[in-house]
């Protein structure tokens, strides 16, 4: 019985990130909540005017809707694509399994755990239009880069076999890819959307009189 549960404990907590991801972000920002923009900008780039929260809210471009709708599809796609990886990748370990199989799992459970994690936070940001949503997307970014580069490093200095080591380098690459394309291709959105500025930092577009 002991066995059994400490083998099904790490799918049992990639199951249940992504709920505690929503349950979290759900209760910390509940709908029609009225949050207060950063008292600092980071996106400068363009000219722009601040408008108050309830003209941001009658405005036609406000809201998770036309292309920023595609974002949170994305998001929230990132988290049975990364349960899915992780099942092929990552089977259940008996008692006498090699410790480098013992360690692999625990840094491949903790990888998908925080990024499901994350990402379900992010889609419940963007989808209740907390203006802190796209630093938070820029910051899971960030973390998922992060926790590449540190599996990487640990598998460099393990006793991982030849051929797991070549397996766990292509979905390194290939997570550390789909995170730099996402990036390329939404930061000038996020940066320069009409909707994003509208809907999350309260402004409008300057327009030439």
Known sequence: MLEAAEMLLPFLLVALSPIAGYRIAAGSFPRGLLAAQPAVRLARIGKWHPIDTLAARENAAFGPFGFMASLLVGLLLNVPVRTAEYLMAVPALRDDAPEWANRLLVIATVDVVVMNFFYMVCFVMAL???????????????????LQFAIARHAAGSDLPVPVIGALQSLIEGNIQKVLISAFVWLPYLILSDRVNVTFRQRMRLTAS
């Open 128 to 146: 209740r239009a907390i203006p802190l949503f796209p630093r938070m997307l820029l910051f899971a970014w960030t973390v998922d880069i992060a």
